[in-house]
Nanobody, 112 residues
Framework: QVQLVESGGGLVQPGGSLRLSCATS????????IGWYRQAPGKQRELVAQ???????NYAASAKGRFTISRDNAKNTMYLQMNRLKPEDTGVYYC??????WGQGIQVTVSS
């Protein structure tokens, strides 16, 4: 059974950084567009960043210049480096690993 396991979330002060990781078992990231989504309290899930197998990236306007998505196909792992975090970045972050493949979500809270 394919699983995605996220790690790296937590509580951070505004202006701080976090690095999220998403590892897959039983599957490969190498052939799919994968990415990170966020669901803030009371809001719909939205795309934060995505990356193609070739490494091309796309970011939500709110993430541009602060977040960096990357992938290591050999390790079947994806990352989201988040810098200069803001309270509005708070939410549950989900790893998307291809059609129908989602992680369980990990909480990120930006608060002083």
């Amino acid at each position: 059974q394919v699983q995605l396991v996220e790690s790296g979330g937590g509580l951070v002060q505004p202006g701080g950084s976090l690095r999220l990781s998403c590892a897959t078992s039983g599957s490969s990231f190498s052939i799919d567009v994968i990415g990170w989504y966020r669901q803030a309290p009371g809001k719909q899930r939205e795309l934060v960043a995505q990356i193609t197998p070739a490494g091309s990236t796309n970011y939500a306007a709110s993430a541009k210049g602060r977040f960096t998505i990357s992938r290591d196909n050999a390790k079947n792992t994806m990352y989201l480096q988040m810098n200069r975090l803001k309270p509005e970045d708070t939410g549950v972050y989900y790893c998307y690993g291809g059609p129908g493949l989602w992680g369980q979500g990990i909480q990120v809270t930006v608060s002083s």
